[in-house]
């Protein structure tokens, strides 16, 4: 079969290229610009080549310790929430009502906390953990444990993946939600005929159907986390210490804190890459998983 | 095994129901005999799977009981009715195999090993599933995930019935029939109790030794197909059976003679009539002939059918339409006409329930 082949399509894709232009590719090459460059302010750049990459990728020297160290920290921090997150999106899930008024209530709850925008959930945990007068940090004091994340480091991390988990589960659970949903009464009916106990139904009928769902969730949890900033820093400033800097908030300090722009410009290239990097795995992952089902004849 | 029985049972899905307009299901009292083939026949919404639902306990009904054998097991739940049930769309389990979901009945009510296993591979072979055993159930047809849903149904050895709920709706013709012919075969095989729920008169007849024709909620009749056929009990079974169905006419009855169209026809049985009831005489076309103007009661041809086998009038009779069959020695005829009506064949409604004459 031959595909018409119009060179005024050109015509209609050329807008889209321009805009693309402007608002990507050109900002994102001025960022290639700076990476392979110094400064000392004045306008005034030197060349340094692959120099700032070279650096940044030996964990030896100064930057490249300081960016694997955020880098660890984001993936620790990206796996604890989603180890979190994802079994308690799905206990959620599998507790909301089907039927009934009941529906609509969850539901609004359920999408409250992911209607407040971050800086505000960061400045609410900011002082709701608090020890001196914040209500969660003052009753913990009372209990009589030493509870304080402006100062230690495990404190600091509870209290950020705690907020996550407030902020975020929800999201995971509204998604596994829709994929509970979408399985026909008729799976549940068969089950109990088949004397399938509560386990098995889960087991091989609702995780089976969730997976789809739940790859989408991790996808978005995973990306969101990996370029979290706003909540820590709001909260713990990136303190006490290094201890809660997670890549972004790194970046930050680097371009704007020291104005180190040429660093700060390759470090946000190789950050960049990583989410590439890992969205093309997730994309060919859900794609393989398409093309699994579209191979069936007659699915349904 | 077992005789099941349903006392005094009705089914409301709204709580605390007096009018009997919002009862799915009337007050019925109907017994299956163990080993029994049993077809429920209606149409949509007739309260068919309703009925199956609370046989196989996935319902719980408003009003009365679901005995087995005797014991009352209106209270239990599904899981210990130990009832299998087949659905209309077929249910396979994504994850497993084909061997394993087969096996999957089995192994909840804890058999296993070789005995499950050779089960198991009976079953497979029954429904050619034999080479496709290892093969992930997500990957297959939807006729093959059907047979998949039938096998487990059939999987377990020692159930109290199984319950088909239009289960070859999905299937393509030609393997419905083949199905039905096994699960008729299996039928024989084992001895177990079957209920099979359909929309389709041919399937129910060819399945069933008992029909039983459900109408708004309740059974109107339950009986061999032959019965169905000849002696329909309710207008409705006279309609729903047969194709076309039963022809049904007001008339006036004095004691064996009827007033129909405009004419009178003698029956063979003489009946009291009770008054301020809506009298219809009915009759099938199969027992109904055209004849030449002026013999048996007068009516307008509209056209002729050719159904290959056999010509098809339909006519119409008093201002209603009427169906007949042409003998093959009558040649082309004109819009007038006459029908002549097999005297045995002729029943009485009193609001569509068959009156029995006296001889």
Redesign the interface.
Known sequence: MDKPYDNRAWLLVLPVLAIVAFSAVIPLMTVVNYSVQDTFGNNQFFWNGTGWFRELLDPSTDLGGRVFDSLWRNLAFSAIILAIEVPLGIAVALAMPRHGWKVAATLVLMAMPLLVPWNVVGTIWQVFARADIGLLGYAINRLGIDYNYVADPLDAWITIIVMDVWHWTSLVALLCYAGLKSIPDAYYQAARIDGASRWAVFRYIQLPKMRRVLIIAVLLRFMDSFMIYTEPFVVTGGGPGNSTTFLSIELVKLALGQFDLGKAAAMSIVYNLIVLAVCWVFYTVMTNLDVERRRLPADR | MARIELSNLAHSYTPGASEPGDFALKAMNLTWRQGGAYALLGPSGCGKTTLL?II???LTPSHGQVLFDGRDVTGL???QRN???V?????V????TVRENLA??LR??GMAGKAADRRVREIAELLDLSGELDRKA?????DA?QKI?LG??LVRPDVAAILFDEPLTVIDPQLKWELRSKLKALHRALDVTMIYVTHDQTEALTFADTVMVMYDGSVVQAGRPDELFERPDHTFVGYFIGSPGMNVLPAEIEGSRARVGGGTIELSRSYDVPSGRRIEIGVRPEFASLAPPGEGLAATVERIDDLGRARLARLRLGGHPFAASVPEALADIGTAAGVVLERAQVHVYADGKRLEGRA
């Not at chain 2, 659905?87 to 249910?91: G, I, K, L, R, S």
Request: no cysteine.
């Open positions: 639902n196989s306990g996935l739940p599904t899981e009832i299998a049930q659905f209309q769309f077929p249910v389990y994504d994850t497993m999957f009945p909840n009510r997500r990957g297959l047809t939807a995930k849903s487990r149904g």
